[in-house]
């Protein structure tokens, strides 16, 4: 890690590092997508398979899907995949 020179901006990380550093609860949804803030903070884990390169599986997390102000808790969900050969499985619904 290098020091930003007096006067210059910190750069800012490519993934959702940022959104969650900020913690932003108040940034709207645009066409269903937040574009920015805690609800667009995203785990993704993947495996692929050595030989071909090709994805066999994957795991996305949201931490911050909904606010429960009962309870005043974050409650996440997560979507996964699976493709193996001719297998084809997913956590979504067509």
């Not at 495996?47 to 899907?65: D, H, K, Q, T, W």
């Amino acid at each position: 890690h290098v020091a930003p020179r007096p006067g210059q901006r910190q750069p800012l990380p490519a993934d959702s590092t940022n959104e969650y550093i900020r913690g932003r609860e108040d940034v709207a949804p645009e066409d269903g997508i937040y574009p920015a803030g805690l609800h667009s903070a995203l785990v993704l884990v993947g495996a692929y398979e050595r030989r071909s390169g090709c994805p066999v599986l994957g795991v996305i997390n949201e931490p911050f899907f909904r606010w429960d102000p009962l309870t005043q808790r974050w409650h996440g969900r997560y979507h996964w995949g699976v493709s193996y050969g001719e297998e084809r499985l997913c956590s979504l619904r067509p």
